[in-house]
């Protein structure tokens, strides 16, 4: 990237930081200080002009000279984790879909070029890479699948699913039913109308 030595950063260099680290405004508002919602959307409608902040400033330009300082981490991608899982033992999408607590056709989508998750998402799949990623071999690792798994249908259950991975949702039967009932009556009142 390199910021130029001649001028003061600005505005678009911090839009730089984020498109080459591949972050979200939600990363970026935390790296840079917490930063406001409103501060980051200043910044960015002048993106030509120099940072108020000398120490954001600074940051930017320490960012840029060292971009292995990144204090947030990449998230990995849904083909990324299929593919981890898979080299442990074969999961289906709707399979992964579950256990990152979607519906069972989330992973489908994920997995598209040019796609990306839900931000909770990236996390997650991070924590369970990282998880994997220390473990010593792969006994280890299967057991931290089989734990993971245990905490979804855990947490399935807890939710009055009584098998999450059987049913490809997280919403139980009766509240599917009342979603239903509720559509039919809409339309109903629509057609009295």
Not at 35 to 55: G, N, R, V, Y
Not at 101 to 125: C, D, F, H
Not at 149 to 168: H, L, P
């Amino acid at each position: 990237m390199a910021i130029p030595t001649d001028r003061s950063v600005i505005g678009r260099d911090l839009q730089q930081i984020k498109e080459f680290h591949g972050l979200s405004v939600a990363d970026c508002l935390w790296l840079f200080g917490n930063m406001s919602i409103t501060k980051w959307t200043q910044i960015k409608q002048k993106a030509d002009e120099p940072l108020t902040d000398p120490t954001l400033a600074l940051f930017v330009r320490f960012l840029d000279a060292h971009p292995e300082c990144i204090m947030i981490q990449k998230m990995p991608d849904a083909n990324e984790i299929f593919d981890t899982l898979n080299q442990l033992l074969p999961v289906s999408q709707k399979t992964m879909s579950i256990m990152l607590g979607n519906e069972e056709s989330a992973a489908y989508r994920w997995r598209k070029v040019g796609t990306r998750q839900p931000p909770m998402i990236g996390r997650l799949m991070l924590g369970l890479k990282t998880a994997l990623l220390m473990q010593p071999d792969q006994i280890s690792k299967l057991g931290v699948i089989n734990e993971w798994n245990n905490m979804v249908a855990t947490e399935g259950r807890a939710r009055g699913v009584n098998d999450v991975f059987t049913s490809g949702s997280w919403v139980t039967e009766s509240a599917r039913t009342k979603r239903r009932k509720e559509h039919e009556d809409q339309a109903a009142m629509e057609k009295d109308i």
